[in-house]
């Protein structure tokens, strides 16, 4: 919630799996402002939801790799970002995109211990209608890549 009210004055939406919303960590979730879809199956009110969201400039925070990322590994973007973003440019004209790479002082991350978030530069999708999604996703791969690189060097890793 902190990334989004001390910079714009808005809190952030978060998009995550619907196993991350079990049990007290689904509860807590909730209230920090998560929303579940199901990545197999989007719901049409969860994609209703996050353009929703768009629509009304809210913050809608995507993992594009699906999954929260804590070992470190490199993983491979879906489709669902370029898809939701692609729905919600035919409802609003301005969808900016804004790749970030998060770093953990240790991995996997433990109570307490530092992390580090770089932010890159916008994405505005209206430059990259005509690409395809797996192109997209490749140009995102590369600047998110670049953004943990920054946040690693930054927290001596």
């Known amino acids: 919630m902190a990334l989004g009210r001390r910079v714009t004055k808005?809190?952030?939406?978060?998009?995550?799996?619907?196993?991350?919303m079990r049990g007290i960590q689904g509860w807590f979730l909730t209230r920090l402002g998560c929303f579940s879809i199901n990545q197999l199956s989007p719901s049409f009110s969860a994609?209703?939801?996050?353009?929703?969201?768009?629509?009304?400039?809210?913050?809608?925070?995507?993992?594009?790799?699906?999954?929260?990322?804590?070992?470190?590994?490199?993983?491979?973007?879906?489709?669902?970002?370029?898809?939701?973003a692609r729905l919600a440019s035919k409802k609003t004209t301005s969808i900016i995109?804004?790749?970030?790479?998060?770093?953990?002082?240790n991995v996997p991350p433990n109570f307490r211990g530092e992390f580090c978030l770089s932010f890159g530069k916008p994405i505005s999708i209206n430059d990259y209608l005509n690409y395809t999604i797996k192109d997209f996703n490749v140009l995102l791969n590369e600047k998110m890549i670049q953004e943990e690189e920054k946040a690693l060097k930054n927290l001596g890793r």
């Open 10 to 20: 808005k809190d952030c939406r978060f998009m995550v799996t619907k196993s991350e």
């Open 47 to 84: 994609l209703r939801y996050a353009i929703d969201l768009i629509e009304k400039r809210e913050q809608l925070v995507v993992f594009p790799e699906g999954k929260i990322n804590k070992y470190g590994k490199k993983l491979v973007l879906r489709e669902g970002l370029y898809r939701l």
């Open 97 to 105: 995109i804004i790749p970030i790479g998060i770093a953990y002082s």
